[in-house]
């Protein structure tokens, strides 16, 4: 192992009280199980996270270091991928410099530091107060790597927090059980309540998509009273696991008598979770055939769409709008309407003179119009990535709530201006890049033609 540096920060002499050597042991027992684990070949990943306040890295607006394993001309190598606010560094160090530079930085720059092996993640934490801990957990499968950095490295306390998340070992709550009979039948668990190693990935997203969901459902007020009927729609619920694992969240863990329809185009996959929840005995909860044209429920207080391809996202916005919603909850799949129509303003020809800019420019703009629409509607709403890239590439999400205003009055004045500037600022954004058409905004604008 490369011995700490004299002038390391967190450098401890015998003579200094018994919880700082014991700090400093802890520091020690991390670069030496991160030298080890490269020696051995059991090395993944390093993560750097949680920039020191008043530290070199916030000067810079260095937020992340992530370090992977290269070899570079017969030499090996730590590739350092310094992430910053507004740009990203790659550095290719042989290791005993990398070690040397990441020790410094740990401490000085960075309060976590997140080590991946192929048995086991380490996670050392540093408090405001320079206090130390060391959390160490086995890995179940190679899977659980992705699982740990968004739960430990990423999911960070905040700085008051810092001394007391030190005194223990931070177990991630799971909004769904591991335990609960549904994954075993969707074969996300096996008979014994185990992970299936393969539907890792699927996990993370099962029990993100929870946590976004009831926190959605709470702030748009649907959680009281006790016991009240909530009419929940899932369009392209496909096998239906996050349609089980919202039903059942909402019904069994906070009492609602949810009325839950998983709306799916292929009968084979409707009777197989229709077989599913009936076999469970799932009340309020049933899959029917169909697509978000021809499946229009009367009533929708919450209505899911994940991953509905191109224009049926617009008609799935839609159709939560026209059912006014009080959540909406969307993840966007491809996005083939915009980019043909697509042309580049002056001022950004530059920008999007290759292909790959384009795709992620027709992305941005299609569901930044998606966004501003429903704003136009009366919604409050956010885009953001749901889950981290690598879990899945199709990880945005546009999270919808109704405002609630009050007919008359000063209130209702302010919400009808917002609404109009809404729509103004999308066909704003559609006119600066050519977009004559958009789905979601030619169904708004035929309604209130009807009207």
């Not at 410099?97 to 930085?105: K, S």
Request: charged fraction near 25%.
């Amino acid at each position: 192992m490369t011995a700490l540096s004299a002038n390391d920060p967190s450098s401890a002499t015998l003579g200094e009280p018994a919880e700082a050597l014991a700090d400093l042991a802890r520091r020690e027992r991390f670069f030496e199980a991160l030298s080890q684990s490269l020696e051995t070949a059991r090395f993944k990943r390093l993560l750097l996270s949680k920039p020191r306040s008043g530290g070199p890295a916030v000067a810079e607006q260095l937020q992340r270091v992530d370090a992977k394993r290269v070899q570079l001309k017969g030499q090996a190598c730590l590739s350092l991928l310094f992430q910053h606010k507004t740009r990203d560094i790659t550095k290719n160090p042989p290791i005993a410099q990398a070690l040397q530079q990441l020790q410094t930085l740990v401490g000085e720059s960075f309060s976590h530091a997140h080590l991946f092996t192929r048995d086991e993640t380490l996670q050392l934490l540093i408090s405001k107060r320079g206090k130390v801990a060391l959390q160490r957990s086995r890995v179940v499968d190679d899977e659980v790597e992705q699982s740990a950095q968004e739960e430990g490295a990423l999911g960070t306390e905040d700085a008051q927090n810092d001394d007391e998340a030190l005194g223990h070992v931070r177990q991630k709550q799971h909004l769904v059980q591991q335990t609960e009979p549904f994954l075993q039948a969707l074969g996300v668990t096996d008979k014994s309540g185990q992970l299936v190693p393969a539907m890792a990935r699927k996990w993370r997203q099962i029990n993100k998509f929870v946590e976004v969901l009831d926190h959605a459902v709470a702030e748009a007020g649907l959680l009281t009273p006790p016991g009240r009927a909530l009419h929940m729609v899932d369009f392209g619920a496909g096998k239906g696991y996050l349609t089980f694992a919202a039903h059942h969240h909402l019904r069994s863990c906070h009492g609602l008598a949810v009325q839950t329809s998983g709306v799916e185009l292929r009968e084979g996959l409707v009777a197989q979770t229709n077989q599913i929840a009936r076999g469970l005995k799932l009340e309020g909860l049933e899959f029917v055939c169909g697509d978000v044209r021809s499946v229009v429920p009367e009533r929708i207080d919450v209505m899911i769409a994940l991953h509905a391809c191109d224009v049926a996202t617009d008609y799935a916005l839609h159709t939560g709008i026209r059912a006014q919603a009080a959540v909406i909850i969307s993840s966007p799949c491809c996005h083939k309407e915009i980019r043909p129509q697509m042309l580049a303003p002056a001022s950004l020809k530059a920008l999007l003179g290759h292909g790959i800019h384009q795709t992620q420019q027709a992305e941005m703009l299609t569901d930044t119009l998606r966004a501003l629409l429903l704003e136009s509607q009366g919604y409050k709403t956010k885009v953001f990535e749901f889950i981290s890239p690598e879990a899945t590439s199709k990880n945005k999400m546009i999270l919808a709530l109704r405002r609630t205003v009050a007919p008359g009055g000063t209130h209702a004045a302010a919400e009808a201006k917002r609404r109009e500037q809404a729509w103004q600022e999308a066909e704003s954004l559609m006119r600066e890049f050519g977009i004559r058409k958009q789905c979601l905004q030619g169904l708004l604008t035929s309604e209130d033609q009807k009207r």
